[in-house]
């Protein structure tokens, strides 16, 4: 695994980028580092990795988080926050059954190595779950305290939109408005690959519609933070 490392971005906004091998599957987060209560954005992919995480905050003298927000349910976002203690979490309600399904299924290597030879397809995804996982002792799949519906804003300045999408229906973009910062999580990715179809692509139409001239900087969670000429350009050469 990676060692995290959080840098400065902008204004409040520190990233802390996951693991560059694909396989991994590690997701980056994000914090919105503030004196009367931080935001952290997705949870990291296992409780190991959010500790890792936790030391890295340390290491950058950034605060504990408040709240930690859910741009979606995926494993790779969620699985770390059973390590976030007395953090309020922060979903889309779509979230929420679907984290109660995922949290129901009996976890363990033996579970994993069941489904793959199941489904094939699910072999990305749950090898990586397996490397991710040392141990599964007091592991939990925890859901959104907080729910919202369309748009909600924590007391710190930090906005919430969900946008939906083909990778997941709970997909929500983080705002950082004073930082010019738009925190996209996953939202304009393809389906996962085990669902994904031969045609399925990048939602270009979603990204257009998040281009807004007050951000300056795009990040999402599996690709190094763009610039909103960047975002511009890569749009229009698709």
């Known amino acids: 695994m990676a060692v995290p490392q959080f840098h400065h971005l902008a204004g409040r906004v520190w ?73 309020e979490i922060v979903g889309h309600e779509t979230a929420v059954p679907l984290l109660h399904a995922e949290a129901a299924r009996p976890w363990s290597h033996h579970y994993l190595d069941e489904r793959v030879r199941a489904d094939p397809r699910l072999g990305p995804s749950f090898r990586a779950r397996a490397r991710a996982m040392d141990s599964w002792a007091d592991f939990t799949i925890l859901p959104p305290t907080r729910t919202f519906t369309d748009v909600d804003e924590l007391s710190v300045g930090v906005g919430l939109r969900h946008v939906g999408g083909g990778h997941a229906p709970d997909s929500t973009v983080v705002l950082v408005p004073d930082s010019g910062v738009m925190l996209l ?15 399925d692509g990048p939602d270009l139409d979603l990204v257009r519609r998040l281009l807004w001239d007050d951000y300056l900087w795009y990040v999402s969670s ?3 933070p763009m610039t909103a000429e960047q975002a511009r350009s890569a749009v229009e050469a698709a």
């Open 15 to 87: 990233v802390c980028p996951g693991d560059p091998d694909p396989e991994a599957v590690q997701a980056g987060v994000a914090v919105v580092a503030d004196e009367r209560g931080s935001v952290m954005i997705d949870a990291g992919q296992s409780p190991t990795h959010a500790r890792a995480i936790q030391a890295a905050l340390a290491a950058a003298g950034l605060p504990r988080p408040r709240w930690l927000v859910y741009t979606h349910h995926h494993w790779d976002h969620v699985w770390g926050a059973c390590a976030w203690p007395g953090v």
């Open 185 to 199: 999580g996953d939202c304009f990715y393809p389906p996962p690959a085990h669902l994904r179809r031969p045609d």
């Open 222 to 224: 599996h690709a190094e």
